[in-house]
């Protein structure tokens, strides 16, 4: 367990594409990120590190969006193309395909932007008299 002053800062030991990749706090690299299925812990529960201000926005939606609309219409043209699948079997395989790929997609995506934010020390930007107050 990390002391407080430990988890102020944010850890560079853990890379950001391998904690992405397995959707594991930024900070320890062990703990899950999200609890449910895409939801992000306020505090990891591994090490308690602060992941209140972790905010990806809208960015995983984007990525997920553009690589997984590819890629299903690459698997759909494929698919009704070369095997000539029926309709009902090419919406089904698809379906399946686009719901099971995008969560996990999301998931990466998700956790990758998260720990890039960490790893970077991003955030909000600052007026600089707000920057005086501090
Ligand atoms: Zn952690």
């Known amino acids: ?3 407080d002053s430990e988890t102020d800062r944010p850890c ?3 890379s950001p594409y391998k904690a992405g990749i397995k ?3 930024p900070h320890c690299g062990s703990a899950p990120l999200f609890h449910n299925i895409l939801e992000v812990h306020e505090v990891c529960p591994g090490c308690g590190f ?3 201000a972790a905010d990806p926005g809208d960015g995983a939606q984007v990525f ?3 690589v997984l609309g590819g890629l299903c219409a690459v ?3 494929t698919l009704y193309g070369f095997l000539g699948l029926p309709i009902w079997a090419l919406a089904l395989a698809l ?14 995506f998700k956790a990758t932007l998260i720990a890039l934010q960490f ?16």
């Open 1 to 3: 367990m990390l002391n």
């Open 12 to 14: 560079r030991s853990v």
């Open 23 to 25: 959707s594991v706090c």
């Open 50 to 52: 602060d992941l209140s």
């Open 64 to 66: 997920v969006i553009l």
């Open 75 to 77: 698997l759909g043209f």
């Open 95 to 108: 379906g399946v395909f686009a719901l099971v790929g995008s969560v996990w997609m999301l998931r990466v």
């Open 119 to 134: 790893h970077h020390d991003a955030r909000q930007g600052l007026v600089d008299e707000q920057k005086a107050k501090l």
